[in-house]
Structures are given as structure tokens and as C-alpha cells.
């Protein structure tokens, strides 16, 4: 006997050599993320290096300016206690620690840069 053999609807699986290929594997997706994650990992580190850096600078500023003007008030406390010397008169005339500051510091929570 004969036996009927039944034809599947699906048309036959292609070669490989002769399919063309739409659209990314697996492996290329998985490698492209891991790119982009590890470069989003390095360059978050380097700001937050770049934050902690900005913020210690502005912390031996303030310190800095601190001690400029503990010098200045010394440099006039001692030009006051000495009257009769004649730079004295011009000390006493200027204003405690304004002659090296020409702004203020900036706040590190406000932006420096407007649009």
C-alpha cells in the first residue's frame, strides 16, 4: 500500500548562505550593551573624582582666604597699636580683607554658568 504523505504548509527551512540576515543576533546586542554600560560606568567615576576634587580645592580656598585675612587683621591690630609710624595712618584707612577680594566665593550648590 501506498501511503499518502502529507505536505507541511511552512516552506522549507533556507540555507543560511542564502537567507539574508534582518536585524542584529544576540551576541552583537549583548556586546553593544556591555559597551555602553562599561562606558557609562567610566565616565561616572570620573565625575564623581572630578566633583570630590572641586569640592576639596573650594574647601582649601575658603581655608586660604581664612588665613589672609587672620594676617591682615594682625598687620592692623599691630599698625593700631603702633600710631606714631607713618604707614600706620594708610593701614587703618583700608578696608580689612577687601583689597585682595574683587567678588565673592560661589556657592558650589549654585551654577556658575546661566544660559
Request: charged content about 25%; proline content about 6%.
Amino acid at each position: 500500500m501506498h501511503s499518502r504523505i502529507q505536505k507541511s504548509p511552512l516552506p522549507r527551512p533556507l540555507h543560511r548562505s542564502n537567507a539574508k540576515l534582518n536585524g542584529f543576533i544576540l551576541l552583537e546586542v549583548l556586546v553593544a550593551m556591555s559597551l555602553v554600560a562599561s562606558a557609562w560606568v567610566g565616565l561616572s567615576t570620573i565625575y564623581q573624582g572630578m566633583i570630590l576634587r572641586l569640592g576639596q580645592l573650594q574647601e582649601k580656598r575658603v581655608e586660604l582666604r581664612k588665613e589672609i585675612d587672620r594676617h591682615e587683621l594682625a598687620i592692623l591690630t599691630a599698625a593700631q597699636r603702633n600710631n606714631s609710624s607713618p604707614t600706620s595712618g594708610k593701614l587703618a584707612d583700608e578696608s580689612i580683607g577687601m583689597s585682595r577680594r574683587s567678588r565673592p566665593l560661589p556657592s558650589p550648590r549654585r551654577a556658575t554658568h546661566q544660559k
